[in-house]
């Protein structure tokens, strides 16, 4: 049984900082590839940003810059540190092993102005 549990959300104002977190169960966390999604209100889910097993990542061009993912492969984590946030960040973010259907709970980030 996969799980995926996200962590680290929360309220912050403009220009601040988080960090979210999440363990994933169930899989052979250092072969897969592992993403964060997000989805604002009123919009579709979209993907931020993505580590594959090499450490090569990839980011959206709205976050390029300001936020970074990262892997503890020996504590089954992912990590995305999401610095200069602004309003528009403002979503659930989600943790999805990449290129299969297994998704965390979600987390909401609020940025405020």
């Known amino acids: 049984q996969v799980q995926l549990v996200e962590s680290g959300g929360g309220l912050v104002q403009a220009g601040g900082s988080l960090r979210l977190s999440c363990a994933a169960s169930?899989?052979?966390?250092?072969?897969?590839?592992m993403g964060w999604y997000r989805q604002a209100p009123g919009k579709q889910r979209e993907l931020v940003t993505t580590?594959?097993?090499?450490?090569?990542?990839n980011y959206q061009d709205s976050v390029k810059g300001r936020f970074t993912i990262s892997r503890d492969n020996a504590k089954n984590t992912v990590y995305l540190q999401m610095n200069s946030l602004k309003p528009e960040d403002t979503a659930v973010y989600y943790c999805?092993?990449?290129?299969?259907?297994?998704w965390g709970q979600g987390t909401q980030v609020t940025v405020s102005s």
């Open positions: 999805n092993v990449r290129f299969r259907d297994y």
């Open positions: 580590i594959f097993p090499s450490g090569l990542t």
């Open positions: 169930g899989i052979i966390f250092s072969e897969n590839a």
